[in-house]
Each structure stands twice: as C-alpha cells, then as structure tokens.
Nanobody
Framework: QVQLVESGGGAVQAGGSLRLSCLGY????????MGWFRQAPGKEREFVAA????????YYPDFVEDRFTISRDKAKNTLYLQMNDLKLDDTAVYYC?????????????WGQGTQVTVSP
C-alpha cells in the first residue's frame, strides 16, 4: 500500500516562499506521474502542478503564473513544490498525489495534506 506524507507547510507572509515535500512509502513512485492539489475553505480541490515520471514535463494551471515549481528526486522517492511570491489566495491545504491521469483530478493515491496559510 502506498502512503504519501507531506511536510513543509506553515504560515508565511504575502510575498514569501515555502517548499513542500512529499515522501512516498510502500513502493517506488518513480514510474508514476505525481502532482499537487490544494483545497481552500469552502472551495473544491483544484490542480496546482504535475510532473511526469521522467521529470522532464511539468504542468501548471494559469493561476500559478510561474511562481511555483514542481520537481522530484527519484533517489529519495520524494516530490517537491517550491512556492514563491505567495499570495493570500494561496492559503489552502495542499495535497500530494500519485498515479492516474492527474491533471483532471483522477488520482490513484492522496496524501493527508499540509496547511499553507498566507497572511498580509
């Protein structure tokens, strides 16, 4: 069974940066597309970033505006999300995801989430 464990969330002021990590347990995730989603209070979960298994193709929705960078370290079975120039609207619980088509929300495995809070 695959378990995804996120870390790196926290509180930051607008304009600041955070780096989220997602460590996979149970089996290698090197053959899976991986990604990040987020869910703000009262809103639906939305796609944030995805990376293919080779690590050479990355996908972002428009609202990211080049502020976020997804990457993976296969040797560590770990996924990252570098978030810069954070905005108030980036406040949400961020979820790591593995497997499945990904960008449409169809995912094989979810992490438990890590809270990101951006303040003025």
């Amino acid at each position: 069974q695959v378990q995804l464990v996120e870390s790196g969330g926290g509180a930051v002021q607008a304009g600041g940066s955070l780096r989220l990590s997602c460590l996979g347990y149970g089996r290698t995730l090197n053959d899976d597309t991986m990604g990040w989603f987020r869910q703000a209070p009262g809103k639906e979960r939305e796609f944030v970033a995805a990376i293919n298994r080779g690590g050479d193709k990355k996908y972002y929705p428009d609202f990211v505006e080049d502020r976020f960078t997804i990457s993976r370290d296969k040797a560590k079975n770990t996924l990252y999300l570098q978030m810069n120039d954070l905005k108030l609207d980036d406040t949400a619980v961020y979820y790591c995801a593995a497997g499945g088509p990904m960008t449409n929300g169809m995912v094989d495995y979810w992490g438990q989430g890590t809270q990101v809070t951006v303040s003025p």
